[in-house]
Nanobody
Framework: QVQLVESGGGLVQAGGSLRLSCAAS????????MGWFRQAPGKERELVAA????????YYADSVKGRFTISRDNAKNTVYLQMNNLKPEDTAVYYC?????????????????WGQGTQVTVSS
């Protein structure tokens, strides 16, 4: 089992940047595919970015390609989401999630563990 704790959310103006962090407990962090999801009010939870356990594979939603970068530091049990050129439509609660599957699942059901979420608000 793994526990996930997100940090780094906040209020930022359009065009600004934020870096989200997700710290994981346990000694098996490197065995999980890690993902960042977001959920805006009235919308479904969607996968924003994910990185495989080997770091060889990454996934980005079309809406964030070229602006967001996911990375992980297995020595620190931490996954990051660098968000640049933020837009008002990026406003949402962002969740860190861990998957035991070897591939990158793109739906919430493919993830086994979740953090509590961190709010990101982008003002226009």
């Amino acid at each position: 089992q793994v526990q996930l704790v997100e940090s780094g959310g906040g209020l930022v103006q359009a065009g600004g940047s934020l870096r989200l962090s997700c710290a994981a407990s346990g000694r098996t962090f490197s065995s999980y595919t890690m993902g960042w999801f977001r959920q805006a009010p009235g919308k479904e939870r969607e996968l924003v970015a994910a990185v495989s356990k080997s770091v060889r594979s990454t996934y980005y939603a079309d809406s964030v390609k070229g602006r967001f970068t996911i990375s992980r530091d297995n020595a620190k049990n931490t996954v990051y989401l660098q968000m640049n050129n933020l837009k008002p439509e990026d406003t949402a609660v962002y969740y860190c999630a861990a998957s035991v599957f070897s591939g990158i699942a793109t739906i919430p059901g493919g993830y086994n563990y979740w953090g509590q979420g961190t709010q990101v608000t982008v003002s226009s």
